[in-house]
């Protein structure tokens, strides 16, 4: 098959690469519908985070089964299944309490820009949808892979709940559904922090009653004018950086929480500054196998449509201009059909 | 009247200071019954905290209202009260939220290691007994202005439920009455981290389960072990040094919480290892006045006893020997009487 591998820097290539095969008896083979770019990759694309080898690229991703190992039981080939980008066992203890991505199995799911993709640990890792599903809801089971689930997290984590106000640090696409996740939560208030048109746009739409333009300490003055001087209840970080990390305890109201899923970056935080501000603060890669099945059924049952942060669909051999085009902000998401 | 000043490091002078008195109508006027020496005053003590100038010494008190100023409503002359190290008009949107030690109008309360203290914004700070106490329950009533609060808030913070595993690093009273916090709000193991022998005594009467004498990377490998490698729900983390926060994270499983009470000095938390942990994070100044009903309720029923913390009684006019023994970890914690 022809899959995709990142070289270094800005070096995305469509090449050939042996066909995934069965290799542990827990493992699945699923022919990819559907994968697409993530924001988290840009910080590889853009060489920060470096790379020893040519690596396959991807993590996001759903299809059809079309392979189990001997001892996988609750998948079956011919079934469409979504799983996280972390495989886990969904037995262990860390899988018990809920956080399938610190399972004592996980392990990355990497090349899956590519239509056909081994997945550790299928049984605790895929979860199938109840039939196959018609074609327009593809993009929307897809984000379940990873950034809709992390949009989630970051709305759980930051302690959401019905007439709070949010405030959401990032206009990603985990940002925007993090403003989705925040308003299916019932938020009252939903501050979206975006200078792009196009991205402010989406979050109005996915429920964004605030646009704040500014950003560092003008963000964090500008959120304090819009609470009254109190700050906001929740904020979702969904970037990664010292600055936006700063900008969301800051906005946040004593005893308020701070769900941060943006990969950090060099990121401190001092313990002073923290005790001063009484900000509560979790973070972490999304529990995405967590949520699967409750949205599944939100987006089977089209109460959301997270699809939508896909502005950009090219087919899976065009991959390296999707990257271009995450990493120019010309596009939000790129979405990769094989 | 005689007070207590500190001048610099071991420096606590016991020496004529004018009388306080009502400043602002919202004030009133404490003979104190009792006041004793704080952790967190160790840190100027011992000169890591800098002072400018002698600074009058003590935040811990209860006593006999003498007199107050014209707007005090709910508080009167010849009640007992208690009230927190900060000062709060439990009226601001921090205050409701229970976050009185974010108060908007907060004021440090300095100078209680005094027989008369000036308490700021009297009826946002004060609570008052339901009757004169006997003199038994003076000492527990006393610890409800700092250390039994903040224990409590620790607890909290590091979300204790029912049946749950604790771990509290730090042996000084605030941990012990961390421990105390957790067994009341039912923790199923509560593992105490302490390498002396009375205050690892007073752990189990507070009801600790299990003692732990290892510290840092040990330390956590020993509570791995205890937890059959899965860390544990809670941590009450209350000393306050990069050691001791690094210790309460790693021994944290993942999507518990750590409770930071102990005041930070020096201490740097890394984004990206926080985010590998999903731990979650939250302290500050504890909240005391939120919690003083419920506290003193328990007190007054003697269903708590954390007045066993004060393991030192002596007179007033003797503090300099109070910060000298608890400097050289000789006493727990020492109790002033005027």
Known sequence: MKATVIYGPRDVRFEERE??????PTDA????????VCGSDLWTYRGI??????????HEYCGIVEEVGSEVKSIKPGEFVIGSFFSSDNTCPHCHAGYQSSCVQKELVIGAQAPFLRVPLADGT??????????????SLLTLSDVMGTGWFAAQAANVRPGSTAVVV??????????????QMGAGRIIAMSRHESRQKLAREFGATDIVSERGDEGVARIKELTKGVGADSLLECVGTQESMMQAIGSTRPGGAVGFVGVPHGVQIKGE??????????GGPAPVRRYLPELIDLVWKRKINPGKVFDLTIPLNKVSEGYRAMDERRAIKALLIP
């Open 49 to 58: 985070q470096r790379i020893a080898e040519p690596t396959p690229f991807g």
């Open 19 to 24: 066909d995934p095969k069965i290799i542990k």
């Open 126 to 139: 895929l979860v199938a949808t109840p039939d196959i599903p018609p074609d327009d809801l593809i993009p």
């Open 273 to 282: 500054e923290l005790f001063r501000t009484h900000v509560r603060l979790q």
């Open 29 to 36: 083979i699923i022919r990819t519908s559907a994968t697409c």
């Open 170 to 183: 990032g206009d990603g696409a985990v940002g925007l559904l993090g403003v989705l996740s925040a308003n």
